[in-house]
């Protein structure tokens, strides 16, 4: 096995066939952004629903995250796949299943799933913003939308974003399920070199450029959650901050003086 994955002629080989790969590549990035730009819209949406008074509203978004979160991602892609085209059939009055797009599928199957996972990050982040605010904000006359667009989501982002950043990491490694549908995407077009070929460099590459993608995320992750912790720090204002410093650091010299005299 060892012999194999050092084998030049293999890797050889591998390099030569690197277009189906990179077109793989391609359309795993665009399910990525579909799938991202879906999840954060929905999951906001939901992870607002959570924190409102409307029970209705509430329990839609509690209903949600609990089917999302409880039922494997495989068996909703795959579900999605067989009474998809079967559902638009009905609503649409077509003489035949209509055919969804792979990349619809994929994006949609990220995208949904995901969602429930950030409407719960959202959902403690609204909740970790002073309940005070919102009270304040409305007495001075916001609208609770007004509050929630201009006071509380604000403050919420800046404190999810770490936990933002992992979701999207997740969302990358699981646009692999696409394979299952013949979807296009890299781990489809790595199984089908591996299939053909029987060499197992087609996974590492696959590993390499799923590493391409998820690195970056990672570590922009790890730098948006040592930010969070870090003290802010107090702005220097010209003309103010240097005389209240003067003056404050002259206030302390005299009583020093008087303390050694």
């Given at each position: ?77 795959l579900f999605m796949y067989m009474a998809g085209p079967q ?175």
């Amino acid at each position: 096995m060892l012999e194999g994955l050092l084998d030049p002629r293999r890797w050889a080989l591998t390099f030569e066939n690197m277009g189906p790969f990179c077109e793989g590549f391609g359309v795993t990035l665009k399910v990525v952004a579909a799938g991202l730009a879906l999840a954060l819209l929905l999951g906001t949406l939901l992870g607002v629903f959570s924190t409102t008074r409307s029970r209705i509203l509430r329990g839609i978004s509690r209903v949600y995250v609990e089917f999302y979160q409880n039922t494997p991602l495989p068996v909703q892609v795959l579900f999605m796949y067989m009474a998809g085209p079967q559902f638009l059939q009905v609503v649409t009055g077509a003489a035949q299943p209509v055919r969804i797009a792979p990349f619809a599928l994929g994006a949609l199957g990220v995208g949904l799933y995901h969602a429930a996972y950030v409407a719960e990050v959202i959902r403690t982040g609204i909740e970790a913003v002073p309940r005070g605010q919102m009270e304040a904000a409305q007495s001075q006359g916001f609208s609770r939308l007004q509050t929630y667009a201009y006071i509380v989501l604000p403050q919420t982002f800046k404190i999810i974003l770490p936990p933002l950043c992992n979701q999207a990491l997740n969302l990358v490694k699981n646009t692999s399920v696409l394979a299952l549908v013949a979807g296009g995407d890299l781990m489809y077009r790595s199984d089908n070199f591996v299939s053909l070929y029987g060499f197992l460099q087609g996974y590492i590459v696959c590993c390499l450029m799923y590493f391409i993608i998820c690195f970056p995320i990672a570590m922009l992750g790890q730098w948006l959650e040592r930010r969070s912790k870090a003290r802010p720090r107090a702005k220097v204002i010209p003309g103010v901050t240097d005389v209240a410093g003067s003056s404050s650091e002259g206030a302390a010299q005299p009583a020093t003086a008087g303390k050694e005299a």
